[in-house]
């Protein structure tokens, strides 16, 4: 047995900070970032210092934190050798004024002048009103910044720090950490077209009773979002979950496993790698009141009918996209899980205990294949499915070469 989970290399940002009130959102993007194991330098502009001081931003990062270009103490080269040793530049937030300096390519600060001496790619988080953000001269100067390869991160709609409602919210930092982390991971999958069930069923009893589970839908879309960041084509049928939707997939909402499966089928002629994560209700009710059943005296049966299995049925197709399946086990794991593998004719299997799985943010899961058993210990389900794809990628492509 050996663990394939490999630590990410160390990647490392500036993260610039400029005069916006979502400074403060920074501060906790600048937690979340090192705690993904990246390395963060902060770099300041004076009006960001007035929002949010230096001193938090050092501690959250472990670095001092670059803000005067003429501060003798701070090295006089940092606006070239900051950005030598990064792998990209995140302004977060960036001020509709920054935005104009760096389309314009002004260079009167610290961090502008960062901006226009990199060789790395810059990402550039949004922060302003909605009048601003509106305003044609900021459209103008965020078009100029996209045709010239710079990465716009948002912004989005909701209530702003000045009482009104509309665009120009920077994103949450939790949104800004994950697709930072996304614009770093290699686009194995460009071009490559991946189908996904996630979530639980829901098989109706009778006009308002059913038939679930307690699947989240979490870990099948950690598997999309996964997908998504590899640069591939994500169609994702769900079931009903309370989950926001994974951006850039394609996500057909279903109720039923019947559903699920005609969703399936619809789409897998198209598939080159399928991954059944959903939690699919083995049984459903033989006959379905339309009503409410009323409460009688004695006991009530019910009869339940085997529900078709779609992981099985798309690894049994002439020609079957690379399956992957979960076998979420109780009990046995091991055993269950390899038998489970072999009965589908799957190449690969993610197994998992039910009972820790279930609704949780984190997870540990054994991948089975025919080369034996890789652990992939605990972690956040992201990063299981970030490593669950690493694998199954390496196994679709030696499948390919074949
Ligand atoms: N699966 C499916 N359709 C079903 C049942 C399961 O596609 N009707 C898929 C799941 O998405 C998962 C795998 O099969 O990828 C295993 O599901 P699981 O419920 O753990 O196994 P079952 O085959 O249903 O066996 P059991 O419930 O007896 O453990």
């Known amino acids: 047995m050996r663990s394939i989970m490999k630590q990410t290399q160390t990647k490392r940002i500036v993260l610039g900070l400029t005069g916006g009130i979502a400074a403060y959102k920074t501060a906790e993007l600048a937690r979340l970032l090192v705690k993904q194991n990246v390395d963060v330098q902060v770099a300041m ?123 120009g919210r920077m994103l949450e930092a939790e949104e800004l950490a994950r697709d930072i982390l996304a614009f770093f991971q290699p686009k194995l999958l460009s071009g490559v077209k991946v189908l996904l069930t996630a979530g639980p069923t829901y098989e109706a009893i009778d006009a308002v009773r059913g038939i679930t589970n307690r699947s989240s839908g979490k870990m099948g879309y950690a598997v999309a979002q996964a997908a998504l ?55 459903r009710a033989a006959q379905v009141s339309e009503q409410k059943i009323k409460k009688g005296e004695g006991k009530l049966t019910l009869e339940l009918t085997p529900n078709p299995d779609i992981l099985a049925y798309v690894a049994g197709l002439p020609k079957p996209p690379f399956c992957v399946g979960f076998a979420a086990e109780s009990e046995n794991l091991r055993e269950y899980a390899e038998a489970k593998r072999r009965a589908k004719k799957i190449p690969l ?54």
């Open 45 to 167: 502009t004076e009006a960001a210092c007035r929002f949010i001081t230096p001193a938090t931003m050092q501690a959250l990062s472990g670095r001092p934190v670059l803000v005067n270009q003429w501060d003798a103490t701070e090295n006089s080269m940092a606006h070239i050798s900051a950005s030598r040793a990064a792998d990209a530049i995140v302004i977060a937030p960036a001020t509709a004024d920054f935005i104009a300096k760096l389309a314009l390519g002004l260079a009167g600060d610290l961090l502008s002048t960062l901006c226009l001496a990199r060789d790395c790619p810059l990402l550039v988080a949004p922060a302003m009103n909605k009048q601003m953000w509106e305003n044609p001269a900021t459209q103008r100067n965020i078009a100029q910044l996209i045709a010239d390869g710079v990465t716009i991160l948002g912004p989005a709609c909701g209530v702003q720090a000045c009482g009104e409602e509309g665009m």
């Open 229 to 283: 960041e590899l640069g591939a084509d994500v169609i994702l049928i769900s079931g009903p979950t309370a989950l926001s939707k994974p951006q850039g997939a394609q996500v057909e909402d279903v109720t039923s496993a019947a559903e699920m499966f005609d969703a399936v089928k619809q789409h897998v002629a198209d598939a080159d790698i399928f991954i059944g994560v959903a939690a699919v209700a083995d049984y």
């Open 349 to 402: 299997l993610a197994a998992n205990l039910a009972q820790q799985a279930i609704g949780s943010d984190a997870n540990e899961l054994i991948l089975f294949d025919d080369a034996g058993e890789h652990v992939l210990p605990h972690s956040d389900k992201l990063t299981l499915a970030r490593a669950l794809l690493r694998h199954a990628v390496k196994l679709y492509q030696q499948g390919k070469q074949q």
